[in-house]
């Protein structure tokens, strides 16, 4: 396609150029993750590159990228000229299953994104993302709660980005949204250079087929409520664990501010205390998967938050099984993993650190109190 540029009189006629490599294409994606139009699969959603040629055991994928629900992108860009256009979609599929099997350890994933970014972009996985997304501090632990659950069930969309696509492939993306549980889908982009400026036009395939798939959760962001975390939560783990949820939440009503999270695929619900100078501080926040974050101390400056913990919450630790200590003192388990005597003693402990934090002061320098 050939474009027309007129100013005051002059006309200009634009060729198509080229990208020369591969390696070139998926640059200009992490830098300008706008011309992937993931806003066409679903209205208002954003999108952004977590790390380039992320490593799998089957090999490097080209753009690993998530929206804002914590969905999961697998992104491989092909130039025409240098591919067999029968392999794309098998070797797409392959690092798909090669992630969701070799990277079960949630932990070991977030590591290698934070990896990436620290050492290419120069930047925090975590500043990116509320940057790109607009969120604030607390609203982190829902996001990542939706990225474990994305990758634990393979809740990808694979996307070929291409200079040229062929009629085939055209048809195989078809074919597979229209008869399988995957979300396929392919941009052909249009790319000119005309003096200082880059032009590429993105067109997508694979929309014209919508699945009607639904699952128990709730199908917006901000629609969670007491009726359906506790019927999501009962769905995925077992009669204890609900137990144990309903008195953290009965104690949660009765001490503090009790919300619910705006997760897209997991609910949440998080307690929150005013301390002695009206801060209002984390306690803990409960995910739909049986997830519960122990304490994370929310709006206490960094400085006092590690002597807080160790001075508050070693029963936590010493009692709770298999919690796991996280960067900023975040402190993490699994209700499943504990039964009623379990519950009690995070009853009472969480009794003791209530009161602790309403007698506290944290100091008057700080940002805000959200």
């Known amino acids: 396609m050939t474009i027309i540029v007129s100013k005051e ?36 959603t954003s ?78 996985l975590d500043e990116r993302i509320k940057e790109e997304f607009a969120l604030e501090d607390e609203d982190l632990d829902d996001f990542y709660e939706d990225l ?30 229209q008869n399988s549980m995957f979300d396929v889908y392919a941009v052909e982009c249009d790319y000119y250079e005309f003096e200082d400026y880059q032009l590429l036009i993105p067109n997508l395939y694979g929309t014209e087929v919508k699945k009607s798939v639904t699952s128990g959760r709730s199908s917006e962001r901000g629609h969670w409520d007491e009726e359906s975390f506790f019927e999501e939560l009962k769905s995925r783990t077992d009669e204890t664990t609900v137990d144990i949820a309903r008195k953290l939440y009965g104690f949660g009503r ?12 997991t609910g949440s619900i998080t307690l929150k205390v005013y301390s002695e100078d009206d801060r209002k501080i984390t306690i803990f926040t409960i995910y739909t998967s049986g997830r519960i974050l122990l304490f994370s101390g929310h709006n206490i400056p960094e400085d006092e938050r590690g002597k807080f913990i160790e001075e508050n919450c070693d029963v936590l630790r010493e009692e709770i099984p298999r919690v796991e200590k996280k960067k900023y003192g975040k402190l993490v388990s699994y209700l499943e993993h504990m039964d009623d005597e379990h519950g009690d003693v995070l009853l009472e402990e969480y009794e003791s650190l209530v009161d602790n934090i309403k007698d506290t002061a944290f100091g008057e320098n700080y940002l805000k109190n959200d």
Do not use: C
Request: net charge negative.
């Open 9 to 44: 009189g002059t006309t200009k006629k634009i060729e198509e150029s080229k990208f020369s490599r591969e390696k070139s294409l998926q640059e200009y994606i992490e830098e300008n993750p706008e011309v992937l139009p993931v806003d066409e699969i679903e209205e208002e």
């Open 148 to 177: 474990r659950n994305s990758l634990g069930e393979g809740n990808f969309k694979f996307v070929v980005y291409m200079d040229k696509l062929s009629d085939r492939l055209k048809d195989l993306i078809m074919f597979m949204n």
């Open 254 to 265: 009765e001490n503090g501010e009790i919300s619910f999270g705006t997760g897209k695929e």
């Open 47 to 124: 999108f952004m590159v977590g790390a380039r040629e992320f490593p799998t055991k089957s090999g490097p994928i080209d753009a690993l990228g998530f929206d804002q629900n914590g969905t999961i992108y697998l992104v491989e860009t092909k130039l025409f000229k240098n591919t067999d256009k029968r392999e794309v979609m098998a070797q797409i599929m392959d690092y798909g299953a090669s992630l969701w099997k070799h990277y079960n350890d949630f932990i070991t994933f977030r590591d290698r994104l934070e990896r990436y970014n620290e050492k290419h972009l120069d930047s925090s």
